[in-house]
């Protein structure tokens, strides 16, 4: 273990409310795997202006502003489309991606304000976590999604909230790289503990 750090957490106490449950069932754990994935996600993109959030690094594109614009928009497929099988919520206009290219989000993302991009990150994320409990009333983590296979026939909704689980993991690692050249912030959790 680094720094002396103990594979042991006995003595612990105060866990920040990001972290998954230790002795928690799958719905804590996998809920609790993509929670602390959006809070660190965050916090890497957090009280930037639009000079941080459009920075790049080496010959990549990505931002940390179009990483938050992209994951608003998985936020809502995911939970709103694939899971709930309901249209894409305002401000979303699915013939963007269409008229202008499937990097849209990305590529957009440099002309909204840095309010507006952590807006639409908060408020796509607030819907996801109200959709939860309609995924329990629909039988939880074994339900069958709206999302139809190509087969005609439907992954559970474990699958498709472990897509986004992926997608963050992913995406968190970019952030993680984009703002230690932004002002030098890293880590793996913001710190705790905090207020929160």
Not at 159 to 184: F, K, S
Request: glycine share 10%; aromatic share 8%; with cysteine.
């Amino acid at each position: 273990m680094p720094n002396g750090m103990s594979s042991s957490v006995e003595g612990m106490t105060g866990f920040p409310s990001w972290e998954p449950p230790f002795t928690g069932d799958e719905r804590g754990a996998v809920f609790g795997a993509l929670e602390r994935l959006r809070t660190t996600f965050r916090w890497k993109c957090a009280d930037l202006d639009a000079v941080g959030l459009t920075a790049r690094t080496a010959s990549s594109s990505l931002t940390l502003g179009g990483l938050l614009k992209h994951l608003a928009v998985q936020e809502d497929f995911c939970f709103q489309v694939k899971i709930l099988g309901e249209s894409m919520p305002a401000p979303w206009d699915m013939s963007l991606w269409e008229t202008q290219g499937g990097d849209w989000e990305f590529d957009s993302a440099a002309s909204d304000t840095p309010a507006e991009l952590y807006e639409l990150w908060d408020t796509s994320v607030a819907r996801s976590r109200t959709a939860v409990a309609a995924i329990d009333a629909r039988g939880g983590l074994d339900a069958p999604a709206a999302q139809t296979l190509p087969d005609g026939s439907h992954p559970n909704i474990r699958r498709v909230v472990m897509d986004l689980v992926e997608e963050y993991g992913r995406h968190t690692g970019h952030a993680d790289i984009l703002r230690e050249a932004v002002d030098g912030r890293s880590g793996e959790d913001p710190p705790w503990p905090a207020a929160e």
